[in-house]
């Protein structure tokens, strides 16, 4: 288990921690990060370093760009590197992009997060840093942030949107700066006219699709939701499909409108049901399926029983539950499931604390979050962290770290009832529970559905999701 120092000397006792890893930093540059490339996250925070000597310039980039770690090793980095190098945050920071894999989202992320974060006026005075990293840069990451901080500190799209016309395959770097724009509402706002219009007018898919992708997070309303509906509905390429229906993910529920509901989802389902059925739990698939169910849960008396119906005769029922990060909760408060059925629990885990998922008797939370959070973490990598040897324990994943997904294949319990769901890493399971609410019958239920009980609060949920 990492354990975190929390104080701002914890790194110099490093230092003189004998059990620390030894680097050798008079390698060259490419030996050095091959050496920090194969420690471990906790061996990692553990290796020397001082922010006044360029030696340890590689080991700051390590912490900076490792995904799995607290943001304060992050930001302990960043300090050291802006100090090192005499350089902005920026400089840094678009640096750290160009070392990050492309395939690794999440440490992308955290960093377009801190270089898009930082005030739009400092953003406009370091505007030569992102025009001279888009003339001299072919990192995708690195131009992805080079635009989005050139269309924050500009305060509009206008320039940076000719300048990606004007340079090849620019422009698709540009739109995917746009989901990260989620503080500048007004520049948002602005890029609608824009990506719309090229999601109509784009003559090769590959454009039209990154442009519907982007689409929901310019203007999250009706229009942009009918919109984005159009294609999946009337669509015949499934790769723009699949773009629009990421993008309408990102509008919110209370935007939707009541009449375009219906016939999204029925459209949905089936698409869903002309894919060969072993494809039905893949991830991509999976996600589509509850966004459908999120629509049909919306949908009033008849028809919305009849397009929830069709979702559960694609197959297996499949449950997507995602940790939130930096919340300690998980995104799902509680579901459905019929007695005696097969059941997919796909666990997701984008924060940067571990987690796990239990599945246990009714009334069992706190007794199974209290004997899993007093266990030692287990030496042996194939047991099971966390997860008590108990008769109230049904089901359990392993204990995930950041970037981590594990599928939980079971066949849910014959007897009806309220089952418990909860991450059982010491302290979580205050907060990080759930409801697994086994019924006789999903289609009668369907007819007068009951909300669990909160087994915190003893109290109806007040909503399914967080």
Wanted: hydrophobic share 40%; with cysteine.
């Amino acid at each position: 288990m990492l354990v975190l120092p929390l104080d701002a000397d914890a790194h110099t006792r490093h230092h003189q921690d004998p059990s620390a890893p030894r680097i050798l930093l008079d390698q060259p540059l490419v030996a050095v990060e091959y050496q920090l490339g194969r420690l471990s996250d906790e061996e990692l925070v553990l290796v020397e370093r001082k922010d006044g000597d360029i030696k340890y310039r590689p080991v700051y980039f390590a912490l900076l760009t490792r995904k799995g770690l607290a943001s304060q090793f992050r930001d302990e980095a960043l300090a050291a590197l802006t100090k090192m190098d005499k350089a902005s945050q920026s400089r840094v920071l678009l640096e750290a992009l160009a070392k990050v894999p492309i395939e690794d989202t999440l440490s992308a992320e955290k960093l377009l997060v801190l270089l898009l974060g930082q005030p739009s006026a400092t953003l406009r005075q370091q505007r030569d840093t992102f025009v001279q990293a888009i003339d001299t840069s072919s990192a995708p990451l690195v131009l992805r942030g080079a635009y989005g901080a050139l269309m924050v500190g500009d305060g509009k799209p206008e320039q940076a949107w000719r300048t990606a016309l004007e340079h090849e395959g620019h422009l698709p770097e540009l739109l995917r700066s746009v989901p990260h724009l989620d503080r500048a509402e007004e520049l948002r706002g602005q890029l609608f006219a824009p990506i719309a219009t090229l999601a109509r007018e784009a003559k090769d898919s590959a454009t039209r699709a990154e442009a519907l992708a982007a689409l929901g997070w310019t203007r999250r309303d009706a229009a942009t939701f009918d919109l984005l509906a159009q294609e999946v509905i009337t669509g015949t390429d499934a790769e723009t499909r699949a773009a629009a229906i990421r993008s309408l993910q990102a509008i919110p529920e209370d935007v939707w409108p009541p009449s375009g509901i219906e016939p999204l989802a029925r459209s949905i389902v089936a698409r869903v049901g002309e894919s060969a059925p072993d494809r039905r739990t893949e991830p991509s698939v999976v996600d589509v399926i509850q966004f459908g169910e999120r629509l049909a849960a919306k949908l009033p008396g008849e028809p919305g029983r009849n397009v929830r119906r069709d979702f559960r005769a694609l197959g297996v029922q499949v449950v997507r539950i995602q940790s939130l990060p930096e919340q300690l909760s998980f995104d799902l408060r509680w579901f459905a499931v019929e007695a005696g059925k097969p059941v997919q629990i796909i666990l997701v885990n984008p924060d940067a604390m571990p987690h796990n998922l239990l599945v246990s008797k009714p009334g069992s939370l706190e007794e199974v979050g209290t004997a899993g959070g007093a266990m030692p973490m287990p030496s042996d990598p194939t047991v099971k962290a966390f997860v008590p040897d108990s008769p109230l324990v049904l089901y359990a994943t392993n204990l995930l770290k950041e970037g981590e997904t594990e599928r939980l294949g079971f066949t849910a319990p014959e007897e009806p009832g309220e089952y418990v769901y909860v991450c059982t890493f010491p302290g979580h399971w205050v907060r990080m529970y759930g409801v697994m609410l086994v019924v006789e019958s999903m289609d009668t239920w369907d007819t007068k559905p009951t909300v669990p009980t909160d087994p915190m609060t003893k109290l109806p949920f007040s909503s399914q999701r967080n």
